[in-house]
């Protein structure tokens, strides 16, 4: 149950509500605020899930996803997309990036962490 | 190079056949020659077997005689003369088979006793004055030692040996002691003892040692056979024994030598045959394929002739067309023209050819009757079309061409050949109707501007309205733009406002979990009306955001197969507790167990959720129900509800932006009053439409239909 997760997201207050659902869950978090911080700790710690924000200051989601998925690391590694509600085409264009999945914003705080779960199991 | 070429040679049937004729004749006659040498010292073999015997005999007839004249002397010495000579002489010949007579001698040289007296007359003969006994018996008193003479013609007849002993007492010669064997005797046994196919000639002879002279003992004649001598070595002289082969036998090495060359012949024969076959073959096809040829040629010579002629036909008929008559290859390349086009275009047939021809089309015609060449080629089309020549003197010939095309045995197109006719005349005719025309068409305008004249008043009129038509025109794209505005700032704005109400909403689902602490009833009431008021906010953000995206043309759609009976069960399933808590029953009648849709899933997933959330939210009683169908590719869903239903006059506001029906129903039924608007268009953009069926009091049906496939 000791899994890694890196959360790459810029919103602060997002950030804090995503790592504390997760650390009560019993995961390890590490964190990232920008894309090129969460490209440089996945390399270095190698984390088994990443849940990655689409709206980032440096570069999008998706981006994000194709250089994960160029980038050597394992394949194994789940990456999941958050993202909002509205932006049609989002999650395809996301899965097509070379994400595992997607949960949508805003999170149901009930639910969220069984719904990373069982796209990690998937 | 050299062993190459010999090599070449040996594939010549002739040269091969040689070879192998002159390698087998070789080898057989080897054979046939070492088989020969065999069967010769066979030969020679029987020849020394028979000389080793005669030889043996002759020795034990020599030891015999020495013998029996030695008891003879001995006799005669002891008492002198016997007085039975009969007797002991028919002992002495009883010693030997080849004993014929026993002789005594005396000291004079005269026969005194003979033994058998029968046939040998021979008493009284005196040995040492006969020519032929002289010499002998002389040596023989000389040596005073045995001797044999012969070969010696006896008194009785026939040729004998006399072997001699010479008798002394007390040193005196007194005569001699003699035996006489016939030699025919001797060989006469030879010849019975032979069995009959190994029958030899002899000859026996003594060799005179001084002179070297021959004497014969038997009569055989066998000068031609003198190499047959075989030397005896004798104590009384040297003799020569011929044993000479009476049948030479056949030498059957001859049959192996002539069967050698026999099979030398017939093998090198079948090997030049069948080395040759191949050759003659060649022969034979290479003599068929040039009666072949010839024949051909005679047949493309006929053939060539008939076209020669048939183009002399095309020819003539041609040039004296009284149409113009062109061919060309297709890429234009016209390669004929007759006497009639060369008239009309007043160019010689060699101008004409190759691109030639383009130069005399009017220059008007020019890159439309290329364009419309070049397109009947690329679609193997035959073309029509009318142009003008315009010759060197400035004439016009206006023509109407046909281009048929002409086709080879594999249905390609190799060219045109094509016909012009000269319709000048005609088109002059029409020229004459159109000016005809144009005079009337004057005549008519003069009487037209009498009526425009007070047409004009009527315009002027109208312009005066079309200004203040402009200005209101203005006034709508102002108010258009304005719109765009609002759209674009609505957009930006719901951004930034969904991002804090995520914390809002996301944070008080975090407390009512309790996972910082526990909450007591009334502050868990109240976080649950913030976070109820907080997810009601977000759906009004999103509606807005929706349509102000349709509004600014911004929404995007996508399109992926997905099935869609799994996203209404999807829909239902959310909606059911909402259902369920007004009493409300979700019933579905679905006639297709299985369908694939091509569209936005979670537009379309948006779309039912609006639809029939609408459809509980304005319903008390009864049921809901959601009928499925697939007809002609097109899928079919309808929601029908038993709900307040909807005024006929009301039904056209129904999917107009921000407008609720009846303002009093807003308190009673929460909403943006956009789902509806939002769906149409989504529905719309997804290729789909959307129609209500309506009775106030008694209930709603919407009908929605999606293609299955849209593009």
Not at chain 2, 518 to 529: A, C, G, I, R, V
Request: glycine fraction near 6%.
């Amino acid at each position: 149950m000791n899994s890694t997760i890196l959360i790459i997201e810029d919103n602060i207050q997002n950030m804090y509500m995503l790592s504390y659902l997760l650390t009560s869950s019993s995961y390890n978090v590490i964190k990232a605020y920008n894309g090129i911080d969460g490209l440089n700790l996945a390399n270095k710690k190698h984390p088994e899930i990443i849940l990655v924000d689409i709206q980032l200051p440096d570069m999008d989601g998706y981006e994000i996803c194709s250089r994960l998925r160029s980038s050597g690391l394992p394949k194994s590694i789940v990456v999941i997309v958050v993202t909002s509600h509205a932006m049609g085409g989002d999650q395809e264009k996301a899965i097509e990036a070379g994400a595992n999945g997607y949960i949508e914003k805003p999170i149901n705080p009930d639910t969220f962490v069984k719904q990373m779960e069982s796209i990690f199991k998937a | 190079m050299r062993k190459s070429i010999s090599f070449f040679s040996l594939k010549k049937p002739l040269v091969l056949g040689f070879f192998v004729f002159l390698t087998l004749l070789f080898a057989t006659q080897y054979v046939s020659y070492q088989e020969y040498v065999i069967n010769n010292s066979e030969e020679k073999q029987k020849v020394n077997k028979q000389v080793g015997l005669i030889k043996e005999k002759l020795q034990s007839l020599v030891m015999d005689s020495y013998s029996a004249t030695k008891l003879l002397e001995y006799i005669v010495e002891i008492n002198g003369v016997p007085k039975d000579f009969n007797k002991i002489a028919a002992e002495l010949l009883s010693r030997s088979k080849y004993f014929d007579v026993v002789e005594l001698v005396d000291g004079n040289g005269v026969i005194t006793h003979v033994y058998p007296l029968e046939n040998n007359e021979v008493i009284g003969f005196n040995i040492l004055t006969s020519a032929e006994g002289r010499s002998g018996s002389m040596a023989t008193i000389k040596r005073k030692d045995f001797f044999i003479a012969g070969p010696v013609r006896l008194k009785q007849g026939g040729v004998g040996m006399v072997s001699r002993q010479p008798l002394f007492i007390d040193d005196e010669f007194v005569g001699f002691a003699a035996v006489v064997t016939r030699i025919s005797t001797f060989f006469n046994e030879l010849v019975l003892e032979d069995p009959e196919e190994n029958r030899f000639i002899y000859q026996l002879s003594k060799v005179n040692t001084e002179t070297g002279i021959e004497d014969f003992f038997l009569e055989s004649d066998i000068s031609p056979y003198k190499d047959y001598a075989i030397p005896i070595e004798m104590s009384i002289g040297e003799w020569k024994l011929y044993v000479v082969p009476l049948q030479k036998p056949f030498n059957t090495a001859i049959w192996s030598s002539i069967i050698g060359v026999l099979l030398a012949f017939v093998s090198s024969w079948i090997v030049w045959y069948f080395a040759g076959r191949s050759a003659r073959l060649n022969n034979l096809i290479s003599s068929k394929l040039s009666e072949q040829e010839k024949q051909l040629k005679l047949v493309y010579e006929i053939t060539s002739e008939k076209v020669k002629k048939s183009e002399a036909l095309f020819r003539s008929l041609a040039s004296n067309a009284q149409v113009a008559i062109f061919s060309a290859d297709k890429e234009g390349m016209v390669n004929y023209v007759n006497d009639e086009w060369m008239k009309y275009s007043g160019m010689s047939f060699k101008e004409a050819m190759g691109s030639g021809w383009i130069n005399a089309l009017h220059p008007e015609d020019k890159d439309r009757v290329i364009h419309v060449w070049q397109q009947a080629v690329l679609y193997g089309s035959d073309f029509n079309l009318e142009l003008k020549f315009l010759d060197k003197k400035g004439n016009t010939t206006w023509l109407i061409v046909k281009g048929t095309k002409l086709i080879d045995a594999q249905n390609n197109i190799y060219g045109y050949i094509g016909t012009a006719s000269d319709i000048t005349e005609r088109i002059h005719s029409e020229k004459e109707l159109l000016s005809y025309k144009n005079n009337l068409e004057k005549l008519v305008g003069l009487r037209t501007e009498e009526l425009n004249d007070s047409k004009e008043a009527l315009l002027n009129l109208l312009e005066d309205i079309n200004l203040q038509s402009t200005e209101l025109e203005k006034e709508k794209v102002k108010a258009q733009s304005a719109d765009l505005m609002k759209s674009a700032f609505l957009a930006t704005m719901s951004h930034e406002l969904r991002t804090p109400m995520n914390s809002i909403i996301g944070f008080t689902g975090i407390l009512l979990k309790e996972l910082a602490g526990p909450l007591n009833s009334e502050q868990k009431k109240q976080l649950s009306m913030v976070k109820d008021s907080g997810s009601h906010l977000l759906g009004l953000i999103n509606d807005v955001l929706d349509i102000s995206k349709i509004e600014a043309g911004k929404l995007r759609v996508s399109f992926y197969p997905f099935n869609y009976l799994e996203t209404l069960e999807k829909t239902i399933d959310f909606l059911m507790p909402q259902a369920s808590k007004k009493g409300l029953e979700l019933r579905t009648e679905i006639s297709n167990l299985d369908i694939t849709l091509v569209s936005d899933e979670r537009r379309i997933e948006q779309i039912l959720l609006n639809i029939l959330s609408n459809a509980i939210k304005f319903s008390e009683k009864g049921d809901v129900r959601i009928k499925v169908n697939v007809k002609d590719d097109v899928l079919i869903t309808q929601i029908i509800d038993q709900g307040i239903g909807i005024d006929k006059k009301d039904i056209d506001k129904l999917f107009i932006p921000f407008i609720q029906l009846q303002g009093g129903l807003n308190r009673k039924h929460e909403g943006t009053g956009l789902g509806l608007a939002i769906s149409k268009n989504l529905i719309e953009k997804l290729g789909g439409t959307i129609e209500v069926e309506s009775e106030l009091e008694k209930g709603s049906t919407f009908i929605i239909k999606f293609p299955l496939k849209y593009s």
